[in-house]
């Protein structure tokens, strides 16, 4: 058995999908396919079930899976190890970050983290399903590492550490009877329309939250998935929104009030799975996040 067998064999359980398998494998579906093969006769039973929807384990793909996990990572342990000897980081990092970042210069980070360490790829995506989205990935093994907001109880099977928080200011169109206001008990805020992430969103869970809490309705009537988009809404009169201070020192044609009476902070953390050990790079990354933030404070 070879460890490129069990890394087509995970890979495929994964994704639940030969094609897109072979594509984070960088391989011709043909090849996973024979790969797959190849370890289920020489284990002398099917590890996978084939349809035209999915692919799903047979009971002995489930029973090798956690242990084709265990081998996987010992190896890169053992590479990360010798690496680390030799005074160079190596292998791939993934990384999740949502759409809305803005509290972290991300490129600058990552920009930092690649001159010190050229050996590590980088491989980095965002989430359209928001921060829920993130965490789905690093539980199914598709991210090292995730830059979220989860604001209430922390999900299990990850372990996060808060970086950042922002207080979340409304922003109103510089007509609206608010906008000469500096702030705005939560309570005036019933029958507005709002425009808001959706709901797998930490700002938007930040403000559900708040808004339960104050016993006060609200509306969503558009749905964004970045700060500039909001804001152009709301400039456009089409709505009020609740967006994280920082990003909004800038913005022009708007009006934006602290909100009185409401716990509207937002919080930014960095997320790594439990179940397994992190890797070198996904060490050092963290490390350097915590340095990169007290440098930039």
């Known amino acids: 058995m070879e460890l490129r067998q069990l890394e087509h064999f995970v890979t495929v359980a994964e994704e639940a999908n030969f094609t897109r398998a072979a594509a984070r494998l960088h391989v011709v579906q043909s090849a996973v396919s024979a790969t797959i093969k190849g370890l289920e006769r020489e284990l002398g039973t099917p590890l996978l079930e084939r ?46 970050t949502m ?60 372990t996060l ?25 939560i309570t005036e805020l019933a029958g507005l329309d709002f425009v808001d992430f959706p709901e797998s969103y930490g700002i938007r869970t930040v403000a559900d939250l708040a808004f339960a809490a104050a016993s006060v309705t609200r509306r969503v009537a558009l749905e964004i998935t970045d700060v500039p988009t909001g804001v152009a809404y709301v400039r456009n009169g089409l709505g009020v929104a609740l967006l994280p201070r920082p990003a909004l020192a800038e913005t022009a044609d708007v009006a934006t009030l602290t909100v009185d009476g409401a716990a509207l902070d937002w919080p930014f953390s960095l997320a790594v799975p ?18 990169f933030l007290i440098w930039r404070g």
């Open 161 to 185: 550490t808060g970086l950042v928080t922002s207080v979340l200011d409304l922003v109103v169109p510089a007509d609206h009877p608010l906008a000469e206001r500096r702030t705005v008990p």
């Open 51 to 96: 349809n035209s929807q999915r692919v799903l384990l047979t009971d002995a793909g489930a029973a090798l899976l956690p242990r084709a996990h265990a081998a996987l990572d010992a190896a890169r342990e053992a590479v990360d190890a010798v690496a680390e000897v030799r005074g160079g980081l190596r292998g791939t990092l993934r990384l999740g």
């Open 99 to 158: 759409t809305t970042v803005g509290l972290i210069d991300f490129p600058a980070l990552l920009g930092e983290f690649h001159r010190r360490h050229p050996g590590v790829l980088l491989h980095s995506s965002a989430a359209a399903s928001g921060s829920q989205g993130l965490i789905d990935a690093l539980l199914d093994r598709r991210l090292d590492l995730a830059f979220v907001s989860l604001p209430g109880p922390h999900p299990t099977g990850v």
């Open 274 to 291: 439990s179940g397994r050990t992190p890797s070198a790079a996904a060490r050092v990354l963290v490390a350097m996040t915590h340095e």
